[in-house]
């Protein structure tokens, strides 16, 4: 079953090998604006029906992101695309196979649930492995395979359910055998006088518990609750298995040890990296500032300089609010500031006595929902001036960084909040152009918002962006003001920033895009569930006009 699995894993893995090669070989070839067209014709038909049916299908029509809800309140969660559920599926189907191939069903029925057991047991804990390791904030697949960490997400959550079965199936089994031979009575028996029995059922108890309180539902209602409730649960039912195994010495018991190396290894790299970039000579701290539209601009002045790559995304500690619970968010902005320090107490103008220590801002905009995020905006809305400053604690950067150089056409849509994941690729598309290091030479920044005042959330950051050298020879942005309380706020500042009343009709501006495009094409999308669904069915129907990449954005839990 391992074995089946690095196989499968290689295909995403050769996948994202070539295309890493194929966009380096892109960018090259593509910084002469004449060699652009060699990127710009449309796939093969079999390339375009392969990315239409299989990478970028949804499972039946156009849903994928769009949630399920049952009210406001209650969210069942997302479809899968078409390829992980083939993934999902395919995993789940050689699973039962391996638990059911080649058992002798002619035989008694006590010696069949004994093989039974045994391989339920056995599979239970392998798939114990890879349940943790794509658990873990510090998973090495997302940049080896460049795979989002939602998609990752999901294949763990099935991956538990099928741990969870096992297990139940590995105890049914047991408890059937014993009750046919000596009667329910030496199945309680067992549990109350054996350690090894006991661990054992220790463990499953812990693994139901993990499957009943894991629903999207509970999940997205309860959510920090759940958390805790889910890290110590997996934590008995780790230790409970591990004696239970530890008893006969069972070779499954090395699956246990792998997972306990790799849970302290994820839980010690995030200890570090927390004391890595918090401690220095002053601790992190976080200027929160209430805005318009219910949401909050947080900047952090770290304590030592941070790199940051656009797509990445931190999470946020902030004691006085949440205790120790952390929070992720998307960086929307980086700023490096040096800050003039003087050797002595009086002034002095030599340049030995002075100087100059550099410290990394990160920004992130916090949209307000319940919990954690509903404290902190009331905080700052409280707070004189609507301002506030806090100590926190940061960890990161993590995700998967999207390099969109070597596109010649970049369109990058958001909605509402999603406006931080676009506006660093933008800064830096901009900034690239400018200095002739990328292949980009056409970006089309969309945006729908509510109401003109969630303009607040970036004003600052794309006046930066607005004021930059050679800005208007690629940059256009349109804004889509979907609620608008009078046209009065419809107003377009230039011809390269423009406003409009309603929707954003995704169709329409693809084709637009199309008709005008240099090179090859990156349509990129973080909003809502509908949002997304409608940029993924839009790209999808006009694969054969054009050489588009669809690159989508989507945090799920």
Known sequence: MMASLAAFAALPFLYRFCCVVYARVRLLVSLSSENQRFFAEPPSAWASLIKKHVIYSPLFRVRHNREFRLSAAVNVGTLPSRFQAFFLVGYLAGNIVFCTLMIDYTEDTTSMLGEVRNRTGVLAAANMVPLFLLAGRNNPLIQLMGIPFDTYNLIHRWLGR?????????????????????????????????????????????????????PSALRHAFYETFLVLHIMAAALAVIALYYHLAFKGYPSLRHVKIVIALWAFDRGLRLLRVLYRNVGRKMTRATCEALPGDAVRVTLHLARPWTFKPGQHLYLYMPRLALWTSHPFTISWSEDEQHVKFDDEKLSLHRQDITHVSRTTLSLIIRRRTGFTNTLYKKACDAPERIFTTRALVEGPYGKIDTLGSYGTVVLIASGVGITHPVPHVRELVDGYAKGTVATRRITLVWAIPNPEHLEWIRPWMTDILSMEKRRDVLRVLLFVTRPTSTREIHSPSATVQMFPGRPNIDTLLDAEIDQKMGKMAVMVCGNGSLSDDVRRAVREKIHRANIDLIEEAFSW
């Open 162 to 214: 099928i741990v969870v079965l096992e297990a139940i199936a590995h105890t049914s089994c047991w408890a059937a055998a014993k009750a046919m031979k000596s009667g329910w009575e030496v199945v309680a028996k067992a549990i109350n006088a054996s350690p090894f029995i006991r661990f054992g059922f220790t463990s499953v108890v812990c693994f139901l518990f993990l499957i009943l309180h894991s």
